[in-house]
């Protein structure tokens, strides 16, 4: 049989509807290299068994001439998706053995679209992490190596495991979130495509709460036209999640012409880090450049309250999480610790998130729990919010003058070495996010598209912002930048 | 701003989290940190300046207040490290 594991969403949904191959074969072949790849460790949980009777339905379907663009596609599901009678613990101890009793809105649409779950992806607890070490199943490792070298690297994070599994062929594309760049760091550090949506456009429901004004999941695919067809499956009004936008989901396939003449593309000065390397600054001109060759015109654009962004997220986000995670209490699901004799409920609580909750999680829902407290609230978390409508509004500037879509270098480096960063001080890896985080204090969409290589052979990636719930422009412009950068490489198969 | 051992204590249990008498004090350090990185936020002008409060401007949904969901107590309870009789249980808190 041809190796299927190369192929992209778009190819499989062609050759499912052509019966090149039924869904089943497909779902073999993916569940094989799941198992082949424990080295990973990209995935905390497979499902064969559901995959299989998945893959079933979707050839049945595929038979009858029903079968939507997803019908068929074998994914992996970052472990924050509430997924019903499927261990979902979002990389947590404290949610030990949690198994929901419903499916999130996002899998819902997914399965209810044909699509195939080989099993649950490993991410940092909580979503809070940009290396997939703060995971309670221990960190995800790339499928890339620099050069020869055999050091295992990060394939970035939160959604780590959804970027490695991606990138090594363990599914054709797979749910990502992303709450400062939990999407298209990951993305970038491993050679796919990461998109982040317009806030909104994809409903939260049933996905494991982090910082809920910030959070937004959205695809990693292979391909920017890979993203549209799933981006279009996930999206949609959902009443179940109050945020959810009630608006039409547009054909974003069809948006993809390649076509970019006459868009204005914003190149923001304060994105030119002092420090940053010089492949980086290289990309990104190149990156404008191939652009400026499709017919877009380039513009200098000033977005002055960027440096502030990283700070604001770091009281909003924690402020956001503590709340958000003090339903884990040892009573109703996962994890309770033992109490002794004369102890009580107090105990109990304590006790069961100090077990139950790693170092990083800890000390975000502590700096939460400071920054709301009274005395503080006014100086810190109200501070934070009027500086994240100055962030807001720098957008709305740009975007008003007419700019169409805004790129940035996607991370300020390539990926690093697992443990690279362990004796650090916490801010040095925040600063991963330094690209990335603006876009989710703002609501806007963006994406990360890989753009070329480093020195060492790692993949690096540029990124688009785009207007609100202007995803099809911003695809399409990250559709020319993708065939203008031709990247094609592939990680060596060591596993 | 500088979060002392007593501030890490009290914020530890704002937070309920436990932790021990000797963790005080790294944890006290680690904090102070983090805020000192956010101390460049006093750096901008926010005279006049409303607070975001929603991401995308939209008004709040509404709905009529009547029961639309529920009746299955024992999918609610099946997660539980310990349910009892139709409820969560807890140790004792009241004497």
Known sequence: MTDLSKLTIAE??????????????????????????????????????????????????LARGDAPAMCGIPLGIK?????????????????????????????????????????????????????????????????????????????????GGSAAAVSADLCLGATGTDTGGSIRQPAAFTGIV???????????????????SLDQAGPMVKTVRDSAIMLEAMAGHDPKDSTSANLPVPDFEAALTGDIRGKKIGIP??????????????????????????????????????????PAYYVIAPAEASSNLSRYDGVKYGHRAKIKPGEGITEMYERTRAEGFGDEVQRRVMIGAYVLSAGFYDAYYIRAQKVRTLIRQDFEKVFAEGI???????????????GEM???DPIKMYLNDVFTVTVNLAGLPGVSVPAGLDAGGLPLGLQLIGQPWNEADMLNTAYALEQACGFAAKPDHWW | MSIDIKTARKVAHLARIEVAEDALPPLADAL?????????????????????????????????????????????LSNAPDAREGFFAVPKVVE
């Open chain 1, 12 to 61: 499989a949904r062609n050759g499912l509807r052509k019966g090149d191959y039924t869904a089943s074969e497909l779902t073999g072949q993916y569940l094989q290299a799941i198992e082949a790849a424990q080295a990973l460790n990209a995935y905390s949980t497979s499902t064969p068994e559901i995959a299989r009777a998945q893959a079933k339905a979707a050839d049945a379907r």
């Open chain 1, 269 to 310: 000065k304060e994105y030119r880090l002092d420090g940053m390397p010089e492949e980086i600054e290289v990309l990104w001109r190149e990156g404008a450049e191939m652009l400026k060759a499709a017919g877009a015109e380039i513009v200098d654009i000033s977005l002055p309250h960027t440096k502030y962004a990283l």
């Open chain 1, 194 to 212: 990461g998109v982040k949506p317009t806030y909104g456009r994809c409903s939260r429901w049933g996905v494991v709460a982090f910082a809920s």
């Open chain 1, 422 to 424: 362990a004796d650090a």
């Open chain 1, 404 to 418: 169409d879509q805004i790129l940035t270098p996607a991370t300020p480096s390539a990926a690093f070495g697992l």
């Open chain 1, 79 to 159: 472990d924050l998706f509430c997924t019903k009678g499927v261990q979902t613990q979002a990389g947590s101890h404290i949610l030990d053995g949690f198994k929901p009793e419903y499916e999130s809105t996002i899998t819902s649409q997914l399965f209810d679209a044909g699509a195939v779950m080989l099993g649950k992806l490993n991410m940092d607890e909580f979503a809070m992490g940009s290396s997939n070490e703060t995971s309670y199943y221990g960190p995800v490792t790339s499928p890339w190596r620099r050069g020869n070298d055999d050091t295992p690297l990060t394939p970035g994070g939160s959604s």
């Open chain 2, 32 to 76: 102070s940190n983090i805020l000192a990185f956010m101390e460049q936020l006093n750096e901008v002008d926010i005279t006049g300046v409303e607070p975001m409060t929603s991401v995308t401007p939209m008004a709040l949904k509404q709905r009529r207040d009547v029961v639309n969901d529920g009746g299955y107590p024992d999918k609610i």
